[in-house]
């Protein structure tokens, strides 16, 4: 019996400090992936805090 493996983002999590950033950046675009990024770093005290600033970068990148 095989299985189809853990998921990307779980994946991404793990490998993160290593070979997880270039496969990171590119799925970035996904706006519940940047909001996850957000929170896992360290400056990153609530998910509120996170949020705002997901959208008020988002906000300013839509216009280019």
């Given at each position: 019996m095989g299985t189809l493996g853990l998921p990307k983002r779980v994946v991404a999590y793990a490998l993160r400090d290593k070979?997880?950033?270039v496969e990171v950046e590119l799925e970035a675009y996904d706006r519940d992936l940047l909001l996850q990024l957000l929170l896992?770093?360290?400056?990153?005290?609530?998910?509120?805090q996170a949020e705002r600033l997901l959208e008020n970068w988002l906000?300013?990148?839509t216009r280019i």
């Amino acid at each position: 019996m095989g299985t189809l493996g853990l998921p990307k983002r779980v994946v991404a999590y793990a490998l993160r400090d290593k070979v997880a950033p270039v496969e990171v950046e590119l799925e970035a675009y996904d706006r519940d992936l940047l909001l996850q990024l957000l929170l896992m770093d360290p400056w990153t005290h609530s998910k509120s805090q996170a949020e705002r600033l997901l959208e008020n970068w988002l906000c300013h990148t839509t216009r280019i």
